[in-house]
C-alpha cells in the first residue's frame, strides 16, 4: 500500500486511523510498534475483545515459551530417505530468530521495552533421543549442524554422565545400557511473550495510539474511497462502533481466518484451518524446577504433528521458575481458548471444503494420533514423562490446558490441499489489508513476519525507511550464516544487551 500521509485523521461519525491492528497479541504488538517509530505521526487504533494484551496465545501458559531458533527442535532437521540431514529450515528459523534479538536489543536500548529479564532468559537448548536408530540420526545431524557458521558451536555426546551434567533429570534411574544421545547450544532462550506483548502495547499506547480492550471486531468491509471499515462492538456496554482506516492488521491469532474470510478478499479463499490444542505437565516444587536448566526437546511419534514433539522445559514466569512438560495434543473445535466450539464448522465456505475434505482424506495418521492422545489417560500422560524424566514422582504435577493452534489448510502449488504447519502471512493485491494465520515458529519469529509484511505492504515507502530498519536491525537484508564476522558481532552485542550471558 502506498501509503503517504503523515498526520492523523480527525475523528469523523467514525474513528478514523491511518492504521488498524486487531488483536492485542504478539503479532499486533510487534507491527504497530514498528510502525509508531518508522511513521511516528500515523495514528493507530488497536481493538481487542479480552481485557488485556496478551491473554491468548501469547500468554505464557499458552504456549512454551520457546525462543525458537532451530537450535533443539528436530521437526527443523529432517532426514532424507539418503540418511542425510537437511539443516536448511533450520538456518532459516535461526536467521529469523537473530533477527529478533535485534529487534528486541533495540526496543530495549530506547525504552520501549523494560529490563530483558522479565521476558527473556539465557537456557540452553538441548536435543534427546534414545535408540539406535535415533542415536545415528543425532549424529549425523550433529555433523550437518557444525558444518554451518550459525550452529558451529554444537555440542553433542553420548555419554550418560555428560548428558546427567547437562540435565541430572534425563539420566536418574535411566537403564545405564540404553543408547542415549544429545546436541546441546548453550545460547537458547526462555521467552516470555505474554509479558512482551503487555511492554509492547503499554509503549504503544504511550506513543499515542488508541488501544481499546473489551472491543470485538465483528466484521470487516470496504469503503467506496478504498478505507476499511471495522465493525466494533464495545461489550462493556454492548454499543456497536465503526472505525476505518487505510490499511488493517487481522492480528486476531485463531480469530484471523474468520475476519478475513468476512472482508472478502481473494487471497483468503480455499484456506481453512485445523485446530489442535495442547495440555502440558506443570510443576512448580523448586526441588524438581531448580534441578533443571534447559528446554530439552525429544523426537515426536509417528502420526504426531510437528508441534506436538514432547518437551522438558524450564519457564521463568512472572520473577518464578517452574518445570513444564508435554505438549499432549488434542482436538477441540473452537479457534482460540476464549472461542466457541462453532468456530470450525463455521469456517467451511463453499471455496475451502474441497481443502478440508482433502486435508481430511490425506491426513489419517494425524487423526489417528489426535485420537489416541485425547484417549490417553492420566497414567498413560505420565508414561510419557518417565521416558523423559525416569525418577519422576506422580504427586508433583499437574495438568493445564495450553492455547489453542489452528494449522493452515491450503491448497500447494500442485493444486493438492495440505495441512501446513507454519505461519502464512495473507495480502490482499493493493497491500491494504493483511492477516496471518498459522502458529509456528510463531511468536519467536514475529519481528521477522512483520518485517515481510513491511515490504509486501507497504513496499514503496520501505526505501525511506531503510536506514531506521538498519538501525532496529542491523543484518537487515543480508544473511548471518553468509557473513561468519558479522554473525560474531551481533550474538555477542545482543547477547550482552539482552543480558543472555549469565
Ligand atoms: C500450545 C502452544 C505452544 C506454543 N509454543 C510456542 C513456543 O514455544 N514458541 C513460540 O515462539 N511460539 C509458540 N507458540 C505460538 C505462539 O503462541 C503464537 O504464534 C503467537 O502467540 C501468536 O500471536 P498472535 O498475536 O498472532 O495471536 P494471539 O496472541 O492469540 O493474539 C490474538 C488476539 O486477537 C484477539 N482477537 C481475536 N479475535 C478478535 C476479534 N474478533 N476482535 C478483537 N480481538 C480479537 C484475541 O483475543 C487475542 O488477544 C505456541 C502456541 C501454542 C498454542
Known amino acids: 500500500m502506498n501509503q503517504s500521509a503523515a498526520t492523523p485523521e480527525a475523528s469523523g461519525p467514525e474513528n478514523r486511523y491511518d492504521v488498524i491492528l486487531i488483536g492485542a497479541g504478539i503479532m499486533s504488538t510487534t507491527l504497530g510498534s514498528l510502525l509508531s517509530e518508522l511513521e511516528p505521526h500515523w495514528s493507530i487504533g488497536l481493538f481487542e475483545k479480552l481485557e488485556g494484551g496478551g491473554q491468548e496465545s501469547s500468554d505464557p501458559w499458552n504456549n512454551a515459551g520457546t525462543g525458537h531458533a532451530a537450535l533443539c527442535e528436530l521437526n527443523y532437521t529432517p532426514q532424507g530417505k539418503d540418511g542425510s540431514v537437511s539443516t536448511a529450515k533450520a538456518k532459516g528459523i535461526n536467521e529469523q530468530f537473530h533477527v529478533s534479538r535485534q529487534l528486541w536489543s533495540h526496543w530495549v536500548q530506547n525504552g520501549t521495552l523494560n529490563d530483558p529479564r522479565t521476558f527473556i532468559n539465557a537456557l540452553p537448548h538441548i536435543s534427546f533421543v534414545w535408540g539406535d536408530t535415533n542415536a545415528e540420526y543425532l549424529k549425523v545431524r550433529y555433523e550437518a549442524m557444525k558444518a554451518e557458521p550459525l550452529f558451529s558451536h554444537i555440542e553433542h555426546t553420548e555419554d550418560q554422565a555428560t548428558i546427567g551434567e547437562w540435565a541430572p533429570l534425563l539420566t536418574e534411574g535411566r537403564d545405564a545400557e540404553q543408547r542415549v544421545a544429545a546436541s546441546k547450544f548453550h545460547d537458547g532462550t526462555d521467552v516470555d511473550f505474554g509479558s512482551q506483548t503487555r511492554q509492547l502495547a503499554a509503549h504503544l499506547q ?212 495440505v495441512l501446513q504447519f507454519g505461519t502464512e502471512l495473507i495480502a490482499s493485491a493493493d497491500g491494504s489489508i493483511a492477516g496471518l494465520l498459522g502458529a509456528s515458529p510463531g511468536a519467536s519469529t514475529a519481528p521477522s513476519i512483520m518485517l515481510r509484511l513491511l515490504e509486501r505492504c507497504f513496499g514503496g515507502l520501505v526505501d525511506a525507511w531503510r536506514p531506521k530498519l538498519e538501525a532496529m536491525v542491523p543484518s537487515y537484508g543480508r544473511l548471518l550464516n553468509e557473513e561468519p564476522q558479522l554473525l560474531e558481532e551481533i550474538s555477542s552485542s545482543t547477547a550482552a544487551t539482552l543480558r543472555l550471558n549469565g
Open 206 to 417: 504511550k506513543s499515542g495510539a488508541d488501544i481499546r480492550y473489551g472491543h470485538d471486531v465483528t466484521g470487516l468491509s470496504r469503503a467506496r474511497d478504498g478505507r476499511w471499515v471495522v465493525s466494533l462492538k464495545d461489550l462493556s456496554t454492548g454499543k456497536k462502533l465503526k472505525a476505518s482506516a487505510r490499511f488493517v492488521f487481522v492480528g486476531a491469532g485463531g480469530g484471523a481466518l474468520s475476519l478475513l474470510q468476512g472482508s472478502g478478499i481473494e487471497e483468503i479463499k480455499g484456506f481453512g484451518g485445523f485446530p489442535v490444542s495442547g495440555k502440558f505437565l506443570k510443576t512448580t516444587d523448586q526441588s524438581i524446577a531448580e534441578r533443571h536448566h534447559a528446554k530439552v526437546y525429544g523426537l515426536a511419534s509417528v502420526g504426531a504433528p510437528p508441534m506436538s514433539v514432547p518437551h522438558l522445559d524450564t519457564r521463568f514466569v512472572d520473577g518464578g521458575r517452574s518445570l513444564m512438560f508435554g505438549p499432549y495434543a488434542g482436538f477441540s473445535p473452537n479457534f482460540m481458548k476464549s472461542g466457541s466450539f462453532l468456530d470450525l464448522p463455521l469456517s467451511v465456505r463453499p471455496h475451502n471444503i474441497l481443502t478440508q475434505l482433502g486435508v481430511a482424506k490425506d491426513n489419517r495418521d494425524l487423526v489417528t494420533f489426535l485420537l489416541k492422545e485425547v484417549a490417553k489417560s492420566q497414567r498413560q500422560k505420565m508414561e510419557e514423562l518417565y521416558k523423559f524424566v525416569p525418577d519422576a514422582g506422580p504427586d508433583s504435577w499437574d495438568m493445564i490446558t495450553a492455547g489453542q493452534r489452528v494449522q493452515v489448510m491450503k491448497r500447494n502449488d500442485e493444486g493438492k490441499a
